[in-house]
């Protein structure tokens, strides 16, 4: 086996199993949000986002963990083994569709790039003296510049390198100085949450672990999360839910048109999510406060970590083994080197278990029929003469001439580490019973 294809037999094994311990880390953590709901939405955004780079982090562990030793491979295997060829399919499928799935957010950085190369500077100082103190506010974490474009539709930042918060020409002209300060407010607090990082390490683990619903899961409340988070920030600045809420109305009837872009921290996207933000927004009972509450963040790590301990040792969902042959048996027609194991037996016992030993291989067999009817060419059949037991007298070696085969034996069995090669030979020489010294005569049972 190469090693490509014990790559792809070792990391699809680990992976897929390592599935039971991201659904289990994912339901722990439903579980908690569930407890917590009048926290705030960023500890709701920290726990999910630790529990998506634990998940993530489970199948490059399990492969280490294999690849060390440190995981035992005798596993017990609770659903199917599967030929280990399928590994290599099962690898090359899951190569092509995440590239694909990075292609496409290598394609939203390219956006990101255009709409950089085509925005136009606004000038702050023309600004309303609102909107100058907001923005000098938030210049102290990242220096941010504010753009218009014709190349978006709503309100969005731009992080990275060089953060920028771009306006679509209308906000300018038709929003007012409260709910242009609102949409400023809220595009500031995503680049000062580092937001733009988080959310591509989000689309890349998502383009990775495509086949993991955990993973999708988590990282459609996050994206929830992360824009409930930063309207908190909003709230705890203006104090005026309800006409927060209907600017972002507003811009969502405007963002109906055209599709956002995918690694910009838009405004409003989905209309489910804005749906679900605004009842958020007008929810009287939300949490005021935006601090993390950090306990919860310690509890998900210690969680993912018992059950990656619990989990490691336990029974195998799916396992790739090699198919392993039934045991190889040949007669050889050579009588083989006097070192060789000779058991001795009745000629009743070996001549049954020659026949069972029967090859199917025409050449083979016609040897094989006479090394049994004693009919072996005389060169083989001196040398089985002189293949007979000490103990029987000389004058009986002539009257009873040998017939020896060779039996051979071999099993290949597969085990985590390789394979390994065990080769079992006998000789039978074959007597006739009136010949056979009662001293060496053993019951036929004991064969």
Not at 367 to 389: C, N, R, T
Request: aromatic share 6%; with cysteine.
């Amino acid at each position: 086996m190469t090693a490509f294809h014990e790559l792809a037999r070792v990391s699809a094994e680990r992976v897929l199993n390592g599935v039971v311990e991201g659904v289990a880390i994912a339901v722990f953590v439903g579980m908690l949000l569930h407890t917590m709901r009048r926290r705030n939405s960023g500890t709701r955004f920290a726990v999910l986002l630790t529990a998506l780079f634990s998940i993530a982090a489970l199948p490059v562990l399990n492969v280490v963990q294999a690849n060390a030793g440190a995981t035992p491979g005798a596993h017990a295997v609770w659903a199917v083994t599967v030929p280990s060829v399928w590994a290599t399919y099962l690898f090359l499928a899951w190569a092509t569709i995440a590239a694909a799935g990075l292609a496409r957010v290598a394609l939203g950085l390219w956006q990101l790039r255009k709409v950089r190369a085509g925005n136009q500077a606004v000038d702050v100082a023309g600004l309303d003296p609102v909107l100058q103190r907001t923005l000098g506010e938030f210049q102290s974490s990242r220096k941010v510049t504010l753009a218009v474009s014709d190349q978006v539709t709503v309100p969005a930042a731009i992080g990275f390198f060089r953060p920028m918060i771009v306006l679509p020409q209308w906000a300018l002209r038709e929003l007012s100085t409260a709910e242009l300060n609102s949409i400023l407010i809220h595009e500031l607090a995503h680049l000062e949450r580092r937001d733009d990082w988080t959310n591509l390490a989000q689309k890349v683990l998502r383009a990775l672990l495509f086949f993991h619903p955990a993973v999708w899961w988590v990282e459609r409340q996050l994206s929830l999360e992360r824009e409930m988070a930063c309207d908190d920030v909003v709230l705890s600045r203006t104090a005026n839910p309800r006409a927060y809420a209907e600017c972002l109305v507003a811009v969502a009837e405007r963002s109906l048109v055209r599709r956002s872009l995918a690694l910009a921290q838009a405004a409003v996207s989905k209309i489910r999510q804005t749906t679900l933000r605004v009842s958020q927004i007008l929810d009287v009972n939300r949490s005021t406060t935006t601090q993390v509450w950090r306990p919860a963040l310690a509890l998900v790590t210690v969680a993912s970590g018992v059950f990656v301990a619990a989990l490691a040792r336990a029974p195998e969902l799916v396992a790739f083994r090699e198919a392993a042959p039934a045991s190889s048996l040949s007669l050889a027609s050579v009588v083989g080197p006097a070192s060789l194991p000779q058991p001795f037996v009745t000629p009743v016992a070996a001549k049954a278990s020659l026949t069972s030993f029967r090859p199917k291989r025409a050449g083979q067999s016609h040897v094989a029929a006479k090394a049994i009817e004693g009919k072996l060419p005389p060169q083989q059949d001196s040398v089985a003469k002189a293949a007979l037991p000490a103990a029987l007298p000389a004058g009986r070696q002539n009257e009873a001439p040998a017939r020896t085969v060779l039996v051979v034996m071999r099993t290949e069995e597969f085990g985590p580490s390789g394979s390994s090669w065990t080769v079992r030979v006998w000789r039978f020489t074959m007597l006739k019973a009136e010949h056979i010294p009662i001293e060496l005569t053993v019951p036929a049972k004991s064969l």
